[in-house]
């Protein structure tokens, strides 16, 4: 019995926070197509983008696609599964009952009984025959395939998705890409540091005039929450997140422990929807991640001591 045979099915649905025109161009590329003839799979009707698939093809297809952004499903192709063709056993049945003639590859000399095709080196017997008279006549190579040329049986080898690098590259100043965990803390406390900068240079212009000052502090303000705003994003997108989820911190309660979520959780393990994932960290990210350190402890020595200083406050005088 022949094994089941799949189909890859597209009714125009696509992935949660992929847009339209990203996935559009996905395909594009993937199929090598142009964009007018990848507009009407999207015409939220069933579209039967790959039939005929063993289940483990099917299931490559299945994670290309999806990368791609496109809402996909494996079927059982049931026109592909059914066939007159006879079993395994109907053909040995068929070789008793007949007496056994045998005949010479003429391609790789195996002897084998009679059919249409070699057991040994898989050619069509009648096509590469027809073949190899065809360059006879043109006298290319007495007849034979020129030395280095794709043989004619080869499957094709095209690819249906997109070669990721090893890593991605470290761009601060994009909400693409992913950076871990210690490289968004190196990177919160730089642009911590030129905050204060910013903010040092904008109080200098304050002591010249206000207008001065005051248009020199929303610059500067805005210039710092669009850069957090890009290394938060990368962040969530090495998590597998989507960017919006930033908009979580903005909520009472929720921001503090989700913030909380965002240095603690771990990265996707390989590439992921959002790109390849970052290079290692380097010794500077480590220093930089390390310092964080500092303020931390200062904080908990003060909430220690306050406390003492607190409780030895509401003890009676000896």
């Not at 039967?48 to 297809?61: E, F, G, M, Q």
Request: hydrophobic letters at 45%; charged letters at 20%.
């Amino acid at each position: 019995m022949s094994e089941p045979r799949y189909k890859i099915v597209f009714d125009g649905e696509l992935l949660p926070n992929m847009s339209l025109d990203t996935v559009k161009d996905n395909f594009a590329r993937l199929f090598k197509l142009d964009p007018a003839r990848v507009e009407p799979l999207f015409g939220r009707r069933a579209v039967v983008l790959k039939r005929d698939l063993s289940a483990n093809d099917a299931d490559k297809y299945l994670s290309v696609l999806e990368r791609a952004g496109a809402l996909v499903r494996k079927e059982q192709d049931l026109a592909a599964s059914l066939t007159l063709a006879p079993t395994d056993e109907e053909k040995e049945e068929e070789a008793a009952a007949q007496p056994c003639e045998t005949m010479r590859c003429p391609k790789c000399g195996h002897e084998q009984p009679k059919s249409g095709e070699c057991s040994a080196c898989g050619i069509i017997i009648e096509k590469y025959l027809a073949r190899q008279a065809q360059q006879s006549q043109t006298g290319t190579n007495d007849g034979r395939v020129p030395a280095g040329s794709p043989s004619p049986y080869a499957p094709p080898q095209a690819r249906v998705s997109e070669e990721l690098p090893e890593f991605g590259e470290l761009r601060p100043f994009t909400t693409d890409g992913r950076i871990g965990r210690l490289r968004y803390l190196a990177w919160s406390l730089v642009l911590a540091v030129a905050g204060a900068v910013l903010f040092a240079v904008a109080g200098i212009g304050m002591a010249i005039h206000v207008a001065v000052g005051s248009l020199l502090i929303a610059a500067a303000s805005i210039a710092l929450c669009v850069v957090a705003v890009m290394i938060g994003v990368q962040r969530l997108h090495d998590i597998g997140w989507s960017g919006w989820l930033l908009l979580l911190n903005l909520v009472p309660v929720v921001g503090s422990v989700f913030s909380l979520l965002m240095l603690l959780m771990p990265g996707s393990v390989g590439a992921n929807r959002y790109g390849p994932p970052p290079p290692a960290n380097s010794t500077a990210v480590k220093v930089l991640a390390a310092l964080w350190l500092i303020p931390f402890a200062a904080l908990l020595l003060a909430l220690v001591f306050g406390g003492f200083a607190a409780i030895t406050g509401m003890l009676p005088p000896v």
